[in-house]
């Protein structure tokens, strides 16, 4: 199994759809959970980061499920602004490294 | 606060070349990372420093890269020789890993290319 697994999509949705994205993890002593976008040929930037219990950022939800050790990240009233691809990090803490999922890519359509 | 600084942007050079790439992090993050990002994947991590020891480099391709971050401060990612598949996107990033949002902060990278 590999430590971090994103479905990489495309998502293809239409402006206003909800979304939703999942991330699962393998490493049962992880410790903190981070969303991060990036932008085609740019560098990955902070989205959020994902507490246990849960936690709401506008129209970006992000919540942790330790017992199937998944996270997601649920996008309402999607806007076009939000076309990227969404990476999420697992970092076990300590002197345990750091892993980035491969991403999916969201695609907002008019 | 001024953000993570890399150098060169880009960079070309032919197989079996050498090349090497600069990083310096926020001031006060004592942990450092490259990443090599290929077209179309996800940041792989190739070596991260606690301060000025390593923490995992179990992703760096021994034979031919090597990192080095003197004094806890700046970073150089060297390759020698160069292959075709190290063509990507060189990114480092920092942290402080404190708090519950800390996060890792990223350079615009190094979009390396091997001809």
């Known amino acids: 199994r590999k430590e971090v697994e994103q479905d990489p999509g495309p998502f293809n949705v239409p402006e206003g759809a909800t979304v939703a994205f999942n991330c699962t993890y393998s490493?049962?002593?992880?410790?903190?959970f981070f969303w991060y976008r990036q932008d085609c040929r740019k560098e990955p930037k902070l989205l959020m980061s994902v507490y246990s219990s849960g936690n709401e950022d506008g129209r970006f939800t992000a919540q942790l499920n330790r017992a199937s050790q998944y996270i997601s990240l649920l996008i309402r009233d999607s806007k076009l602004s939000d076309s990227a691809t969404y990476l999420c990090v697992v970092d076990s803490g300590g002197y345990q490294k750091v892993t980035f999922g491969t991403g999916t890519k969201l695609q907002v359509i008019p | 606060e001024a953000g993570v600084a890399q150098s060169p942007r880009y960079k070309i050079i032919e197989k079996r070349q050498s090349v090497a790439f600069w990083c310096n992090p926020i001031s006060g993050h004592a942990t450092l990372y490259w990443y090599q990002q290929i077209l179309g994947q996800g940041p792989k991590l190739l070596i991260q420093f606690q301060n000025n020891g390593v923490v995992d480099d179990s992703q760096l391709p021994k034979d031919r890269f090597s990192a080095e971050r003197l004094k806890g401060v700046d970073s150089t990612l060297k390759i020698q020789p160069a292959k075709l598949e190290d063509s990507a996107v060189y990114l480092c990033a920092s942290s402080d890993r404190q708090g519950i949002d800390y996060g890792y902060t990223f350079g615009s990278g190094t979009r390396l290319t091997v001809v």
């Open positions: 490493n049962s002593a992880s410790q903190s």
